[in-house]
């Protein structure tokens, strides 16, 4: 499909190795992340796709370690720049967050402070991470909010975020994350809740300061096509298991897992009609209590015995592909 | 959103609360009226004859009909006349303001005492949900509303005046020997300071101190819980979660990011907490020898003495229409997006 | 001066009459209690703190339409009047007042023209708070005030004969003359009472308006007297602080400097506060404090029975109440009552034995004029069902029974126990609260069946008891509403006579046994006055008004 | 083919009101929001129409107009012969209409009473219009729409929070067809699912327009759904139609600059970024100035003339109208 | 449409303390439905020699000023006491409901006529407005209760009208409007019914306030009429016993006060957790 450039150096910078989160809740533990693993290069953009529930903003959230209450890093680690996060002290995880790595969040209008002016908001992450005057740090909020396409920075800088538009308060979370030049951003489902013609406005702003800042970015979505524009390389996750990473453009023209494969033939595209337009059958397990080994099973026409009875191994089964299935394409 | 400057806000307000405070007037009005007991028999005195008792009810006007009296109410009212208590013998307007302050302060108190024994024990058991804190907190603060006042009021008094005689006597706002300091704002406490008296501040203090827990006892559970609901929504919300992404500082975190934003349900059930403890105060009062307005009203009510039932709850009404006034502002200053 | 003399030979029932009023309702303990801080002594000044409940004075001018009876005792101090009564030693040793003896105050010395006047010189060194002289023009614009307002007053100096600001008579400054309209007995010791107080004119003149000719206004929140006890401050419905003045020439310098009287409203606390000592005084004791506090001995505690007062359930004799029949007016339904009463629970349990008890006399027959006496009534259950079977309601009836909120303290358990104990002859009764100020209503309306009573008759004979309990007048206090030509016959005969003379003797008596026989009001007690002070405050006297008067006391 | 439904210059404005919420307070004197703003179109019967635009366009106020779920300004709506904008609103619910024109909602969970079995919400409108009172026949009805539907009859006596989103959908629209609708709205159907249950969900629709002959008016925001289902298309954008035509024809060539972003917001694997971006921010509905382009401001064609004549419709060939001075012709 | 069994055994499990607040109101029920069988002696039977005996194992909360044991009258109280909240609650939620509903889904006038009223209640200092009214009709049961449903009227008819509010937006209504719902049916079939679980948070809540408004009202002299046992009576004529050291008559009838408000409060709160939209999944 796309042909690009590889830009990406190789050396690792963030590794996720068999990572496990469980949660607690009122009717018992949800698996919600089971032997996790995947990593991304300095420089790279890679996606996260698959329905909700499928784990990825856990994923997320464990990676900048900041789970809900109940939620629970049972095993795995989480190595930036080869230093464990789930290791280190808090107050030095504090320090990266932010600083080395940070976020962006679906429904950006919710997540500023919606009492406090988005030029405050950026600075206060510049103060705890950046020694600078303040009077330095109103200059270097002003330059970020022009960074990510604001006009008018220096009268947005007092704006709160009611009276931004999702588009706008998107982009000032956009420059937030920027705000101490990480080299990882996460960005979970940055578009939803925009309008179209924002989503692409927003994703293009994202990807070209990522290449700019040679910034690592994760994007987590459940829009296969939106993933499949922008990123790299994917990593398709399913009921808490990632099921298959790969490069984009082996992914869509060889999917070997039978989920990716459904998944991208239930996806509606320019080029498909309805009668092509194929829906997955059953839905996502209940993650509490007993599951197969493949969580997949009871959804897969190719499903056998060894589903059951024999754990998942991720196999290579070519260029930086990787599946988990006993009975792949 | 077209936005109104602040003065404009107040107007339109004070506007919109005209309707009720007609209300006010009338039911109360009618109220009085309707108590019974015949208040000319009470203060024509014992040995009045029937005729006494007609003359006293003439001079005070009792033998109009209602509508008549209703109307020379209204007048004098207009006027700013809000007539003389016969229980006291003063003028209500002298009554009320003599005794207002006494139950604003301690009112204030009691919100101020349940605010710092509240707040911090509801951001506890939010930081913790559901852990034994959070159910000791519930605990205590639902058993706190669960006394009534005056039993709370009598039981600390009998512990902490007459058994360990830690605290003075519940005879007011000083004791017996202490002159009340210059008036100022009626507050005995911010009066002495001012002029300088900290002696007397600290007898002040030291009466205030039963009445205002006895009062703030009550009003632990709603600012506990409110404190706990908002500040667990808020440490749920996605710029919580954005500011700890972004590495910002656990207190920082926790005051300039969740409790201003928690602070504003709370300040709302302040709000309410105070117009209820100014009402409910009437029994702490009366425990205490408060001399506030509830003591006040409730010994008017009990003689059929229209004129400072009245007035009292003109009063009332009033300072619960500015209350709300102040939340508004108060709200409007924390939260920018209410606006005017 | 013969007791009896003052005012029997006079025509005037209206003199009693307002003079009881004034009085009326004798008073369980529920008007002022005191506090003193503890032992003043050596160079301090001495310091009487007195904390009250149920009441506390609501003016400073006695003159004014609506000031309450603590009212009294504030004027008392502060102001003076021409004349006072002496103190008597009662036989338990405690001092009360003597209405027999007349003494000088602000007059040095009077002389009366029988019949016509009275001349009073006044003391020359006498000055107010202010330190304006006294004079006649004082005495003359006080007692036209007094006159001339209305209302309480005017009624209470009527009751003396003293009706016209003409008969006031300035003959010089120091020479001031009551002129009399007709010969009453009662003239004189109607100057004694709180009612005819001396004011400083002169002051009250600089704060008079068009409305207000009296000063009323400003009287009532200010010192215009030239009393022991000057006014330091007044907080109405808190506090009040009075201080020694001085320059006060009527009578001995108290050794009280400083007189702070508090509110306290809730009754334990004022009794928390004599304990720990932060009072010296608790003036009105419930029964239950008084008999518990007696039990401890740590405090000097003086009970006084009442003069001339009962504790009393009346019963309504109209045929008829809210145009129904009315089952009390039934003589034989009364008896039963009377029977079914229980005394002795009564006495113990609500009243704590702290009174006199009024039942259960040796003999059914009256031989005596002593009042109150003790009724021949003792609870006999067997007795009270004959009688009820006899009368028109042999099997019971439903009522309800009336009393004053305002005495609830002993009231209540009164009227729980008469309720239990009239169920088991099959009256059931429903008890009514009635706050204080409505049972003023209560009582002049006469509309309730049953009510608990508390009448005191001031002037200590049974006559002037029996005028305003008994007598068909129906005044408010014939809480029985109880009409009988022949008992006003031997009513007006009694208060015609004197006590010794034999139609007196035999009326009194004769009224008493048809009270008795008749019972629109069943006796219980005659109360006490208590007051419980640290042992070292001496000198309380028992007054009439029943308010403390700070002039006698002295802390040891 | 004659038109079921007809619109004529249909206007709706709202005033709006002060922010301060004054408890039961009185509504202070308003500026108005021009929702939807002299919107004429028709759909001829057992046509499938689709609606699209932008959040805040107008789509959902129109879908409200059609189903006589809020009175319109100014206009007419011509259903059946009838006008049923003159209809009160208040009154709709017993009018013969109410039967006949039916909507799926956006949200399958908000739709449904959360009280109400599945058996209830089906059976509703059949117990209130479709005069079904004896419980068999009703019992036999609503199996039949359940199977229709491809509920199993299982979940029908499960409360909402009980049953899977892609079910409750399937509940919707039940209820939906249940009185046999000539004209079916779809709002947003299929947003708030999941791919592989949106997919599902299509193609039962598109089934149940072949078997009960309805017309389908289908709002969405998602062109790629719009055109699996719909014959024609009409694109809103604040308030106003800009353009309107046959499926294939608009998506093949977009006359109206902002159909052209919409169709190239679509996330296309093939190019990293979008091909039309849109600056700026969408101008304000309210108290709109009648003599400007909706669109000014952030068309990237914009000329004098539109700062100073309101484009109209016009017809550009058959069946493709446009509102914009410069279409791409 | 109420809430299941399974739900409730759910919440009682979640939180303990609202267990304990459970069994707390089932005895309360208990008392007030058997209190006059199982109460040891006769509530109104003086005895003026033991009166006020303390705790003994003959009168196990003691006796007071006219010998009644104490613990029979507290027991006999809760039915009153009981009966006074439910009854008042009742009232003001029925009247509250019906003028919130009106007031929240028609909006315009009468939104404006309710919430004048509304706001001229709210405008009193809610005891006094009680007290005025017990005062003004007589200190009868059921002007207890009438005054005590008057003054909680606006928390109920504001706490619905919001309600509604919010719920009148839902999808489901409008869905009810398209399945031929007139307005009178959307309001008693979905929202009243909707409502009902915030509602039944405030019932609770409002129950233990009722009490303590009842027992307010008799400390000041305006409750119900002796010899009626009733808690706040009891405290108040108990009250003026404390200080003479004769504790248990305010004590124990205080304490069964705070027994029935606080199991009501932390009932409410219970449920109040389990309505709490965050807590559902």
Request: hydrophobic residues 45%; contains cysteine.
């Amino acid at each position: 499909m796309k042909e690009m450039q590889p830009k990406t150096t190789q050396e690792t910078l963030l590794a996720v190795d068999r990572l496990s989160v469980e949660f607690a809740t009122r009717r018992g533990t949800v698996r919600a992340l089971e032997n996790v693993s995947f990593d991304l290069k300095a420089g790279e953009i890679v996606g996260i796709v698959g329905e909700s529930g499928s784990g990825k903003s856990v994923l997320a959230f464990a990676t900048m370690g900041i789970l809900d209450r109940a939620g629970k890093i049972t095993s795995g680690r989480i190595l930036f720049d080869n230093i464990d996060l789930l290791q280190i002290k808090r107050s030095q995880l504090r320090q990266k967050r932010g600083k080395e790595l940070s976020m962006i969040f679906q429904n950006p209008r919710a997540a500023l402070n919606p009492i406090r002016k988005i030029g405050r908001q950026i600075e206060d992450v510049l103060q705890a991470h950046a020694n600078l005057p303040p009077k330095q740090r109103r200059e270097r909020v002003l330059e970020l909010l022009s960074l990510v396409r604001i006009s008018d920075p220096s009268r947005r800088y007092n704006a709160y975020p009611y009276e931004l538009s999702g588009g706008m308060c998107q982009r000032v979370t956009i420059a937030l994350a920027l705000a101490c030049s990480p080299r990882l951003a996460i960005a979970d489902e940055p578009t939803t809740g925009l309008d179209v013609t924002t989503q692409a406005a927003v994703m293009d702003l994202i990807v070209d300061l990522a290449a700019q800042t040679h910034m690592a970015t994760l994007l987590i979505t459940h829009d296969l096509e939106l993933a499949a524009q922008y990123c790299d390389r994917l990593v398709v996750m399913h009921a808490g298991h990632i099921v298959e990473t790969a490069k984009t453009s082996d992914l869509f023209q060889h999917p070997r897992h039978p989920y990716t494969a459904k998944l991208i033939a239930a996806t509606p595209d320019p080029e498909k009609d309805l009668a092509h337009l194929i829906p997955i059958p059953g839905n996502l397990p209940d993650l509490r209590g007993e599951l197969p080994f493949c969580r997949f099973r009871d959804r897969c026409d190719r499903a056998s015995s060894q589903c059951d009875t024999v754990p998942l191994e991720r196999k290579l089964v070519g260029n930086n592909h990787q599946v988990a299935c006993h009975n792949h394409f | 959103m077209s936005k109104h400057s602040t003065p404009q806000f107040i107007l339109q307000r004070l506007l919109a609360a005209i309707p009720s405070a007609i209300g006010v007037i009338i039911v109360s009005f009618i109220m009085t009226r309707m108590l019974p007991g015949d208040p000319a028999a009470f203060f024509a005195g014992a040995s009045a004859t029937p005729e006494a008792i007609a003359q006293v009810q003439e001079t005070l006007g009792l033998n109009k009909s209602w509508i008549e009296q209703f109307f020379i109410y209204i007048g004098e009212l207009i006027r700013g006349n809000l007539g003389v208590s016969l229980t006291t013998g003063q003028t209500v307007i002298y009554d009320l303001v003599t005794r207002l302050p006494a139950s604003l302060e301690l009112t204030l108190a009691g919100v101020l005492f349940a605010f710092i024994i509240a707040v911090p024990l509801g951001i506890l058991a939010a930081l913790k949900p559901n852990s034994w804190l959070d159910h000791l907190s519930r605990f205590i603060t639902t058993a706190g509303v669960s006394l009534p006042t005056f039993f709370t009021g009598l039981l600390l008094v009998y512990i902490f005046y007459f058994l360990l005689g830690i605290v003075p006597a519940p005879v007011g706002r000083l004791d017996l020997l202490s002159s009340p300091p210059e008036h100022f704002t009626g507050f005995y406490l911010l009066d002495s300071l001012i002029r300088g008296d900290f002696n007397l501040f600290v007898i002040a203090f030291q009466h205030l101190i039963l009445p205002a827990i006895t009062l703030g006892i009550f009003a632990l559970a709603p600012l506990a819980r409110i404190t706990r609901a908002s500040m667990i929504t808020i440490l749920g919300s996605d710029f919580i979660r954005l500011a700890k992404s972004n590495g910002l500082s656990p207190e920082k975190i926790l005051f300039t990011y969740a409790f201003r934003n928690a602070l504003l349900p709370i300040i709302t059930t302040m709000g309410v907490v105070f117009s209820f403890l100014l009402g409910a105060n009437i029994l702490v009062e009366k425990v205490f020898a408060w001399p506030g307005i509830g003591s006040y009203a409730v010994e008017a009510l009990i003689n059929s003495d229209y004129a400072p039932v009245q007035g009292f709850v003109l009063t009332m009404a009033f300072l619960y229409i500015f209350l709300n006034l102040a939340i508004d502002i108060l709200y409007g200053i924390i939260d920018p997006r209410a606006g005017f | 001066m013969k007791r009896r003399d003052l005012f029997k030979t006079g025509t005037s029932f209206a003199a009693g009459f307002a003079l009881a009023g004034a009085l009326k309702g004798c008073g369980s303990p529920s008007g002022t209690e005191k506090a003193a801080t503890t032992a003043s002594t050596g160079d301090e000044e001495v310091i009487l703190t007195v904390v009250q409940g149920g009441g506390f004075p609501n003016s400073l001018d006695l003159h004014r339409p609506g000031t309450n009876r603590p009212g009294y005792g504030s004027s008392w101090n502060l102001y003076d009047r021409l004349m006072t009564f002496d103190t008597k030693t009662r036989p338990d040793g405690s001092l009360s007042y003597d209405y027999t003896q007349l003494k000088p105050e602000l007059a040095e010395s009077w002389e009366t023209e029988e019949g016509k006047s009275i001349t009073f010189s006044l003391r020359k060194d006498a000055i107010f708070h202010d330190g304006k002289p006294v004079t006649a023009n004082d005495v003359k614009w006080s007692f036209d005030r007094a006159v001339s307002v209305g209302g309480f007053p005017t009624f209470q100096m009527k009751a003396g004969a003293l009706e016209k600001p003409e008969q006031f008579v300035v003959i010089d400054d120091y020479t001031f003359q009551v002129k009399l309209l007709r010969p009453d007995k009662l003239t004189a010791i109607d100057l004694a009472v709180p009612i005819p107080l001396i004011i400083n004119s002169e002051l009250v003149k600089e704060h008079i308006t068009e409305d207000d000719p009296w000063g009323m206004e400003w009287v009532n929140n200010n010192d215009a007297g030239g009393g022991a006890f000057e006014l330091e401050s007044f907080e109405p419905g808190k506090k009040l602080v009075l201080t020694r003045f001085d320059d006060w020439k009527s009578g001995p310098l108290p050794q009280i400097e400083k007189v702070i009287l508090l509110d306290v409203p809730e009754a334990g606390n004022r009794r928390a506060l004599l304990e720990k000592g932060d009072v010296d005084i608790n003036f009105s004791l419930s029964e239950k404090d008084t008999k518990e506090l007696k039990e401890t001995e740590k405090y000097a505690i003086v009970s006084t029975p009442i003069e001339n007062c009962l504790y009393s359930v009346d019963l309504n004799t109209k045929e008829e109440l809210t145009g129904k029949p009315n089952p009390f007016a039934d003589v034989k339904v009364r008896q039963a009552v009377a029977y079914a009463m229980p005394y002795q629970a009564i006495f113990d349990t609500a009243l704590y034995g702290e009174a006199v008890k009024q039942f259960d006399a040796k003999s059914t027959k009256v031989n005596s004029t002593e009042w109150p006496q003790p009724s021949p009534y003792k609870t006999d259950m067997e007795q009270a069902k004959a009688s009820l079977s006899l009368s028109n309601y042999p099997d019971g009836f439903e009522t309800t029974l009336a009393f004053d909120l305002g005495t609830k303290e002993w009231a209540e358990p009164l009227s729980v126990l008469i309720q239990e104990s009239l169920a088991e002859i099959g009256i059931k009764v429903a008890l009514e609260k009635v706050p204080s100020a409505n049972f003023r209503s209560v009582l002049v309306e006469k509309s309730r069946p049953m009510i608990i009573n508390n009448f005191g008759g001031w002037l200590n004979y049974p006559d002037y008891f029996f005028f305003y309990a008994y007598h068909g007048q129906d005044a408010t206090f014939n809480g029985s509403s109880y009409q009988n030509p022949e008992m006003d016959k031997l009513i007006e005969t009694a208060l015609k006579s004197e006590p010794g003379k034999e139609d007196y003797e035999k009326s009194v008596q004769e009224f008493i046994q048809m009270a008795w026989d008749e019972v629109p009001r069943i006796p219980i007690v005659q109360p006490y006055l208590s007051i419980a002070m640290q042992k070292n405050i001496e000198g309380y006297q028992y007054w009439f008004h029943r308010q403390l008067d700070f002039r006698q006391l002295k802390k040891v | 083919m004659n038109n079921i439904l007809e619109v004529n210059n249909l206007k709706k404005f709202f005033p709006t009101q002060n922010r301060v919420f004054n408890g039961f307070g009185k509504k202070p004197p308003s500026h108005l929001l021009h929702a939807v703003d002299n919107v004429s179109f028709s759909l001829a019967s057992g046509e499938s129409l689709g609606l699209v635009g932008e959040s805040g366009c107008g789509k959902s106020t129109l879908v409200r107009l059609i189903t006589r779920l809020i009175d319109p300004t100014e206009g007419e709506i011509w259903f059946a012969g009838e006008n049923i904008a003159r209809i009160p609103a208040q009154k709709a619910a017993r009018h013969g209409m109410r039967s006949q024109i039916q909507l799926v909602f956006q949200d399958p969970h908000d739709s449904l009473n959360p009280r109400f079995t599945a058996f209830d919400s089906i059976a509703e409108p059949l117990k209130r219009l479709g005069n079904i009172s004896q419980s068999d026949r009703l019992q036999n009805r609503v199996e039949e729409l359940a199977d229709r539907v491809g509920l199993s009859q299982t979940l029908l006596t499960r409360f909402p929070h009980q049953i899977s989103g892609g079910q409750k959908a399937r509940v919707g629209i039940a209820r939906a067809i249940a009185l046999n609708p000539k004209l079916l709205i779809l709002d947003e159907p299929t947003s708030a699912l999941d791919v592989s249950v949106q997919a599902i969900i299509l193609r039962l629709l598109a089934d149940l327009r072949e078997t009960l002959g309805m017309s389908y008016l289908f709002v969405s925001h998602d062109l790629n759904v719009v055109r699996l289902l719909c014959d024609r298309v009409v694109v809103m954008y604040l308030g106003k139609i800009v353009e309107m035509g046959n499926t294939n024809a608009l998506f093949r060539q977009p006359l109206h600059p902002y159909t052209k972003a919409l169709i190239a917001a679509i996330p296309h694997p093939n190019s990293r970024h979008s091909a039309v971006n849109l600056k700026g921010e969408p101008r304000s509905p309210i108290d709109p100035d009648p003599h400007v382009c909706r669109f000014y401001g952030r068309c990237f064609k914009e000329a004098k003339q539109c700062h100073q004549t309101m484009p109209l419709l016009q017809s550009k060939e058959s069946d493709r109208f446009v509102a914009c001075h410069f279409p791409e012709i | 449409m109420t809430i299941s069994i399974r739900q409730t055994r759910y919440i009682l499990q979640e939180n303990t303390l609202t267990l304990v607040a459970f069994l707390m109101f089932l005895s309360l029920i208990f008392l007030a439905i058997f209190g006059n069988a199982i109460a040891p002696y006769d509530p109104l039977e003086t005895n003026s020699a033991i009166a006020l005996s303390p705790p003994s194992l003959q009168h196990w909360f003691g006796t007071d000023q006219l010998g009644r044991d104490i613990l029979s009258r507290a027991i006999v109280a809760t039915r009153l006491d009981l009966g006074i909240a439910i009854a008042a609650v009742f009232l003001s939620f029925f009247i509250g409901s019906i003028l919130g509903v009106l007031a929240g889904y028609w909006g315009g006038w009468i939104d404006n006529i309710v919430g004048r009223a509304i706001d001229t209640i709210m405008a009193f200092p809610l005891f006094v407005l009680a007290m005025g009214i017990v005062a003004a009709l007589g200190n009868t049961v059921e002007n207890i209760i009438y005054a005590t449903a008057i003054i909680n009227l606006p928390l109920y008819a504001r706490v619905i009208r919001s309600e509604v509010l919010i719920i009148k937006k839902a999808g489901y209504i409008e869905a009810a409007k398209l399945s031929g719902n007139g307005d009178w049916r959307i309001m008693a079939r979905y929202l009243f019914p909707n409502a009902l679980p915030v509602m039944m948070v405030h019932i609770s809540l409002n129950m233990g306030w009722a009490i303590l408004n009842a027992a307010g009202l008799s400390f000041i002299g305006l409750g119900v009429r002796p010899p009626t046992p009733e808690w706040g009576i009891m405290v108040a004529e108990g009250a003026t016993y404390i200080i003479s050291g004769e504790w248990w008559l305010a004590m124990f009838p205080g304490l069964s006060l705070m027994f029935a408000v606080f199991c009501f409060n932390l009932l409410g709160d219970g449920l109040r957790d389990s309505f709490d939209p965050r807590k559902k999944t």
